[in-house]
């Protein structure tokens, strides 16, 4: 089954009904459903910070458990995945993309990942593999 990693800014979109991308990140998840949906716990960590501070902690709590019924798989971040985010940050020192999107980036590689649900256009930057010449489909287009 396909893998999709799926990004805090997905996330966010379809919690926050004021979102610009509410729609086409409700849409988008209607078609992913039955992929294998893939996140990490760094990013439930940032999900929850910011569900919790632009829409309550009663909002942060519900995605929380949205997450715990097993709709999306959880990746555990461990220290050679944060090794090779320094050396993205490194690499790609001239944009502002965070922790969190470089240890995204990260796991992906280690667990084959090709997509990304993402509203975040780090994800559209980013390359790896020989001569930089790998990059991840993002979803939505």
Not at 24 to 45: C, G, H, P
Not at 134 to 141: A, G, R, S, W
Request: charged share 25%; glycine share 6%; aromatic share 12%.
């Amino acid at each position: 089954m396909t893998k999709v990693f799926v990004d805090t800014s997905a996330f966010y979109a379809l919690a926050d009904e004021s979102d610009r991308n509410h729609a086409r990140a409700r849409d988008t998840y209607e078609q992913l459903i039955k992929m294998n949906l893939i996140t990490t716990d760094y990013v439930l960590l940032e999900c929850w910070f910011l569900i919790g501070w632009h829409l309550g902690r009663r909002q942060a709590i519900r995605f929380w458990d949205g997450l715990r019924t097993g709709i999306v798989g959880i990746v555990d971040v461990n220290e050679k995945d944060l090794n090779q985010a320094r050396g993205i940050m490194n690499r790609f020192h001239d944009q502002d993309c965070s922790l969190v999107d470089a240890v995204s980036f990260a796991v992906m590689q280690r667990e084959g990942i090709k997509s990304a649900f993402t509203f975040d256009s780090h994800f559209r930057m980013y390359r790896f593999g020989r001569g930089n010449a790998q990059h991840f489909e993002v979803i939505p287009q």
